[in-house]
């Protein structure tokens, strides 16, 4: 349902990785500190932590990611978030802008939670409740002009709702926030959409995709195109810092 192309994710989405900087400096890594990036595309962050003095792993669902990582010097795997094949190996876990693609995401936060070392961190951000909802609504207003069905392929929830995923597995939140951050796109709309909207694209045939786009397109416009002709998205993240308590018993770890 998604490809990912590295070099259009750089030219259309090079932003995602550039303002996943703060949440790394949340994460605070440390010289020395085993790290696991979940989701870390092209490893343009993931490379930051090896910079900081890390041991760092970058697992991405997608094999063009995979190998874009592994050019940049990235211990990078294939791995799914929610089939982490790592057991109390980690001080961090870390995840930029990869937590809202998970089918199963309490599987993704118990596939974090064995990954971790006792008293490591897990600290990411990821869509949060209302996200995109300009661009999705017309999203569907598109399909259903096409008799079209299509079910939400992302997670953006709500920060009470993560705030209870996370507690339900043991972890202690130190931070939870939803945070809007209306973002300027490099290009067009349209690149944006071509790229991100695959989970819908791929459910009508590929000549009925520009059309579908173009109509996505002139519905947001009023909203989200500024005047100097910029588009804006509406992102909304929700950010977390959390922790495996370092007393936790191994034989009280949930397992699935
Ligand atoms: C995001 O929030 O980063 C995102 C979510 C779904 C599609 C594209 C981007």
Known sequence: MQHWDPKQY????????DLGV???????????????DVGCGDGALTTKLIELGCTVVGVDASTEMVAAAKSLGVNALSMDAEALAFESTFDAVFSNAALHWVKNPERAVAAVWRALKPGG????????YGN???IITAIYTALAARGVTASNPWYFPRPEEYRKLLEAQG???KHLALNP???RLPGSLNGWLDMFAQPYTAAMAINERPGFVADVVELVRPTLQEAD????????RLRFWASKPSEFAVSQVPRE
Do not use: M
Not at 25 to 32: F, I, K, N, T, V
Not at 229 to 236: F, K, P, R, S
């Open 10 to 17: 750089a030219e259309h989405a090079r932003f995602v990785s």
């Open 22 to 36: 703060p949440v790394l400096q949340l994460l605070a890594p440390q010289a020395g500190e085993t790290v696991l």
């Open 121 to 128: 961190r897990f600290v990411g951000e990821l869509g949060g």
């Open 132 to 134: 995109l909802a300009t």
């Open 171 to 173: 972890f202690l939140i």
């Open 181 to 183: 951050r209306p973002t």
């Open 229 to 236: 002709g910029n588009w804006i998205a509406d992102y909304v």
